[in-house]
Each structure stands twice: as structure tokens, then as C-alpha cells.
């Protein structure tokens, strides 16, 4: 029988618990709660909360919405750019914040840098490393109303250049989506100063969690601790491609599943060392949950 163990650091951030929290203590009291956008990227998790009560919506239902007059709305930890906070106001909507305070730091930033950048005789860029149409970067681009370029990797990044997008002789601010890989982030940050014609042109600011920077090299000594590896996340998490790839990188028989109907016998041995991890979106009981499937497998 294979020995099991859950990951003591994996589970939700704090960023996620205080989201899904307002979401339940409202819903205690109340039939309905919108939420604009899914409030966390585990199926398995939406579907507990939508049995609560929890509607979620995109951008497209919320301009579509004629008179919402009496209905929550919940901005979720990804946070959201101004003009949806006027727009939501506009067709009735009381709003419950929940945006995470390390996202709401980084679009003041943001905004801050985006001043500096375009004061008379500056004409400079702001950059941001993350994945394009992510809920949060769109968020960060919507604080200078779409004035920044986004990359996600070095070969884009040269795109830019190439089609003098970025220009090596003008500042250049360069900013991280909060859950992205802090090796991935150097490696861009790096390849931008290569680039320039002066390296003290370019100002990277380091916005990557710490709690998302800590769970890598966390993660890497639990993937390497073990014979098996089940990474346990939505198929639509960012965060949970990221820290799966870096579970592979350092464990092969490393597999990723969202809920424990996925699990294969064939993957265990009698005698593996099994670990269950997941993602800053995965909740801990899923994760009890697929451990329990996994030592009861024939």
C-alpha cells in the first residue's frame, strides 16, 4: 500500500480565504451573491460555493445588465481595473471588495510608475511579466487604461524590441503578476537589461507574493521527497500550470489532476512514497479528499 502524504504548505492563499470567506459569511444571510469572474479556479470548489448561493458572471453579463439594483456583487482577489468598479455602480450593484492586498499594493504601484514614466521628456514603457488575458493582468493594464505591454517570456519580450515597441535607450519599468515563477521573472528581467543600451535604464520591481515565492522552493524539496507526485488544481488555475511544471521538473512520475475520479491505479507502486500538493486555489479538503482516494485504490 502506498504511504500518503498532503503537502502542509499547499491550500488556499490569503488572498483566496479572505474572498471565499466574505463570499460565505453574505451568502449566510442572503439567497444571492454575483461574483465577477470565478472567485477561485477550482471546479470542485465553485460547484460547494454555488450550491451556497454563488452566481458567477464575466465582464460581457456585467455591461449586458440592465438594472441590478439590490444585487452584491464580489470583486474577487484578482482585482478588477477602475472602469469596472464605475460600471457595476452605474447598473446597481453594491460592491464587497475582495481584490488581495498584494494585488491592490501592485496597482498603486503601477499607477505610480506610469506617472513617472510619462512626465514631460521621460518616454518611457512599463512592462509587466504575466500571462496575457490573465483576470489579474488585465486588472494591472486597466489601471493606466491599457498604457503598458505584457509579456510572458524572453522570446516575446524580443518581439518587442523588434518591432521597437520597447526602444533600448528609453526607460523601461518592469513589474511581475503577483503568482508567477520568481526564476521565470529573473530570466526576463535579465534578458530586458541585456537589452538595453544602458542597464540603469530599466527598474524591476519585485511584486511576485512572497507566500507564491516561498511555495516554490517549498514545493520542489516536498516533489523531490516523494516516489509520486499528484498535483491537485483547476484546469484553468495559472498558478496551478506554474507550480505543476516545477513539480515535473524536479519529479517525473509527477501527475496533475483535478479531482480524485482522475486518479489511475497504474501510476502507484506498493512501496511509493505518495505526495498530494495543489495550488494557492486548491482547497485543503480536496486535497484530504484525493489522499483518502489514493489509499483506498486497489
Known sequence: MARVEIDPHSGFCG????????????LSDHERLYSLGAIVH????????????????????????????????????????????TLASQVGFSIIDCTCPVV???????????????????NGQLLIFGKIGHAEVLGLVGQVEGRALVVENTEQLRNLFALKLLLPDCPVEVFSQ???SPSAYE????????SMDDPSLVTVHKTICRQVAYRHRELSEFALAHDVIIFVSGKASSNGRVLCELCKSVNIRTYHIGSPSELQSGWFRPDDSVGVCGATSTPRWLLEKV??????LQ
Open 15 to 26: 488572498g483566496v480565504i479572505r474572498a471565499i470567506r466574505s463570499a460565505e459569511d453574505f
Open 42 to 85: 477550482n471546479e470542485e470548489e465553485l460547484e460547494r460555493l454555488a450550491s451556497q448561493g454563488l452566481v458567477c458572471i464575466d465582464s460581457e453579463d456585467l455591461s449586458e445588465t440592465g438594472d441590478a439594483t439590490g444585487e452584491t456583487l464580489l470583486i474577487r482577489a484578482h482585482g478588477e481595473p477602475p472602469k469596472t468598479y
Open 104 to 122: 491592490l499594493q501592485l496597482q498603486q504601484s503601477i499607477r505610480e510608475a506610469y506617472a513617472r514614466l510619462s512626465a514631460p521628456g521621460v
Open 178 to 180: 503577483t503568482t508567477m
Open 187 to 194: 530570466e526576463v528581467s535579465e534578458a530586458l537589461t541585456d
Open 291 to 296: 489522499a483518502s482516494a489514493i489509499e483506498n
